[in-house]
Every structure is written in structure tokens, then in C-alpha cells.
């Protein structure tokens, strides 16, 4: 199958710095999103990278190498509110069906 | 903000039943999704759909599914008869074009008892 694999778990400290990574077969997407997702809620969208390099929104930014099947989400001064689920999404390279990873939990600490 | 709407929230219905959950996706939006989400467990892709027809599907959107735009604002999903393994949060989303980010609603959290 075509796999989305991003780490289950991450802790960090108020205002510090998290990266998530995500890998992938880079044969079966054409186009990287993250999403964000509270417990109970929808996924709420934060970024889609189509080519190689570093997209950056305001205190997020996800970066995409196409070649290594990589990208990763960079959350900059983490606030108590961020502490959510950050789900990876593969876009098919035909079609536009969105297959997600497993998602990492963040936990923010004061 | 314009935003996808999922009525009802939860919904939970007996198994064997027929259920029907409704979404009104972003009015300027042309594509149209129905994910689900067991609990604890990935998003999963169930279908999309184009033009007022569907455009691609999973493997678990077998014929108990079904998907229907019965007028210019409504997009629905149709579970002939419900089984307890399709107790899930039930996600609809939408996007202005293909191969563009998707909006997702709030989700119909179905429980099949």
C-alpha cells in the first residue's frame, strides 16, 4: 500500500521549536498537505507543498523534498493552544484523494 | 468565513438501518469528499465527487455507500445498511478545485448499536 509514516508522539516546551517529520513512497504522491486536528474535531488545513523547498506561514512552515519522499512541519513558538494531532497527507499523483498518516500528537508544556 | 456544514452531529442508529448524513460544502466549491475517521485510527478516503458524479472511490466505499447532490447546495451520504464496523466519525470536505486543499466540516459522529 502506499504509506504515509509520521512519528506518533512529540513533547515540548511553551515558545520552543517542533519539527514533525513524515515520509512517504515518493511513486505514489504528487503534493504534500498538513492538517491540523484537535480531539474530537476536523481537520483544519496548514499547508500544501507541490514542489522541493520551505513554505512558511506565520508561525508554521512545512518543507518537502520530492526526491527522498520527506517533508516535515516546523511550529515556531509553540503556544498551549497548539497542543493537537498534526496529520500528513499524501495527494495520489492522479486524482485528488488525500491519504493521511497516522498523525503525531503534540503535547505542549508549559 | 465560509465553511463546511455537517448535520446531524452525532447520529446513532441500530444496526441493519438506513442512515442518511447531509453536508453543504463552500458554496464556490466544485469537488466534493466524504472521509472517515474510526476512532483512534487514521483519516480514510471514502469518495469524491465532480461534475454530479463520483469521480473516484476506496475499496471501503462498497455498494451499502452511496453519495448523492440532490440539489445546488446538499451533498449526501446514503449507508444502506448500517453494520457496527462503520461507527466512525464521518467527515465531509470540499475544494474549489482539484488537486487543491480540502475544508472539512465537523463531522457526523455515527454509532451503530
Known amino acids: 500500500g502506499q504509506n504515509i509514516d509520521q512519528p506518533t508522539e512529540m513533547t515540548a516546551t511553551e515558545g520552543a521549536i517542533v519539527q514533525i517529520n513524515c515520509t512517504y513512497q515518493?511513486?505514489?504522491?504528487?503534493?504534500l498537505f498538513w492538517y491540523q486536528q484537535h480531539a474530537g474535531e476536523a481537520p483544519t488545513f496548514l499547508s500544501y507543498?507541490?514542489?522541493?523547498g520551505l513554505e512558511e506561514k506565520g508561525r508554521f512552515s512545512s518543507f518537502l523534498s520530492r526526491s527522498k519522499g520527506y517533508s516535515y512541519l516546523l511550529l515556531k513558538e509553540l503556544q498551549m493552544k497548539d497542543s493537537a494531532s498534526y496529520l500528513c497527507?499524501?495527494?495520489?499523483?492522479?486524482?485528488?484523494?488525500?491519504?493521511f498518516g497516522g498523525g503525531t500528537r503534540v503535547l505542549v508544556k508549559p | 468565513e465560509p465553511e463546511v456544514t455537517q448535520t446531524p452531529s452525532h447520529q446513532v442508529t441500530q444496526m441493519g438501518q438506513e442512515v442518511i448524513l447531509r453536508c453543504v460544502p463552500i458554496s464556490n466549491h466544485l469537488y466534493f469528499y466524504w472521509y472517515r475517521q474510526i476512532l483512534g485510527q487514521k483519516v480514510e478516503f471514502l469518495v469524491s465527487f465532480y461534475n454530479n458524479e463520483i469521480s473516484e472511490k476506496s475499496e471501503i466505499f462498497d455498494d451499502q455507500f452511496s453519495v448523492e447532490r440532490p440539489d445546488g447546495s446538499n451533498f449526501t451520504l446514503k449507508i444502506r445498511s448500517t453494520k457496527l464496523e462503520d461507527s466512525a466519525m464521518y467527515f465531509c470536505a470540499s475544494s474549489e478545485a482539484g488537486r487543491r486543499e480540502a475544508f472539512f466540516g465537523q463531522g457526523t459522529r455515527l454509532t451503530v448499536v
Open positions: 515518493t511513486s505514489g504522491f504528487n503534493g
Open positions: 497527507a499524501g495527494l495520489a499523483a492522479a486524482g485528488n484523494k488525500l491519504t
Open positions: 507543498n507541490v514542489l522541493d
